[in-house]
């Protein structure tokens, strides 16, 4: 007598490394990405990978000071550039406008909102930005926030800032600051909307190149991974994005230099609005594009060529100089 045994055999399966670096907002942000795409692929296995770079570890010097190529990407990068990991999840913000060889941005998620926003000390919880006390003390670590906000308000003190969010919330909650200025974004995300005590205007503070929004980064010609991230693409955000980041390029600027943007769209139009400021805030210039949302990186380019002949090589070239002596 014979027996026949079948057995069912599932085939393997198919494991996607994700990169993250270990902050707590970073790994909000990361676990995001892989409960979205969990949803859209159920037999693909979505493994998180963490660690630290190099804008993590060193945080007692300010961010102009140590350069920004790579600052809070590299170690990720390169995880991706040797296999070890498949993609990794940035803050659009964080991630230069000239990436690695071989590598490409293949998604941007839908953007929180990518105002900045000011948290006080409870001394000052009958205050706005514009009715602080002359003196007060801003805690921020953002050239373009300095900039803009010395601009707006030369009569305010300013002090360089680091740490991750809950670290700067201590500083000033202890009192070694009046007031600090965050992303609205991180703040939203980390579920502490509560402490928004204004959300600054854009007539005040252009945002950050790529703020609010998260990048997804891969390999060049990794057709399979740009397929799964695909389904996170926000297309209007990625057009201004784009927008952002080819006017940030034409500039030669990196994330620590007082560069900042705003967009929007209506229909098909896409307004890109630009500014480089001095450090000392007494410079500032501004311009504004408007095309179609299909050309938004030329609108970027066409831009920062705009700010360019209104004198703000001259500013950024004089900004390079000084970080550099210091």
């Known amino acids: 007598m014979y027996y026949c045994f079948s057995m069912s055999v599932s085939a393997p399966t ?46 007692d010097v300010a961010l102009a000071k140590i350069g920004d190529k790579g600052l809070f990407t590299k170690e990720l990068e390169l995880g991706m550039l ?4 498949d993609i990794a999840v940035h803050s659009l913000k ?70 991750n969010l809950n670290t700067r919330l201590q500083k000033l909650d202890n009192g070694e600051y009046d007031a600090i200025i965050l992303a609205v974004a991180g703040l939203v995300r980390l579920d502490m909307s509560d402490r928004i005590h204004q959300v600054i205007t854009p007539e005040i503070s252009l945002h950050a190149v790529g703020q609010g929004a998260l990048g997804i980064e891969c390999r060049e010609g990794d057709s399979d991974i740009l397929d799964i991230i695909k389904v996170l693409e926000h297309t209007p955000t990625a057009q201004r994005c784009y927008a952002e980041r080819a006017f940030l390029r034409e500039l030669e600027g990196g994330c620590q230099v007082p560069i900042g943007v705003n967009t929007f769209i209506e229909g098909d139009q896409l307004t890109l609005v ?44 004089e900004i390079f100089a000084e970080i550099q002596r210091s």
């Open 82 to 85: 040797d296999r070890s990991s």
């Open 274 to 317: 630009g500014m480089v400021a001095s450090l000392d805030g007494k410079r500032l210039i501004k311009d504004t594009v408007i095309g179609n949302t299909t050309d938004a990186e030329d609108l970027g380019i066409q831009l920062a060529h705009k700010l360019k002949d209104q004198g703000a090589q001259e500013i950024l070239n």
């Open 94 to 163: 964080d991630l230069p406008t000239r990436l690695p060889q071989g590598l490409m941005l293949g998604c941007v998620s839908e953007r929180e909102d990518p105002a900045d926003a000011l948290v006080v000390h409870e001394n000052h919880k009958d205050k706005q930005l514009e009715t602080l006390p002359a003196g007060a003390i801003i805690g921020t670590s953002s050239l373009r926030r300095l900039a803009q906000l010395r601009y707006h308000y030369p009569h305010l003190e300013f002090k360089d800032i680091r740490g």
């Open 14 to 59: 198919r494991t996607v490394r994700i990169a993250s670096r270990k902050s707590q907002l970073a790994l909000v942000q990361t676990h995001w990405v892989q409960g979205e795409l969990q949803k859209h692929f159920p037999d693909i296995t979505f493994e998180v990978q963490t660690m630290s770079t190099q804008g993590d570890n060193i945080l």
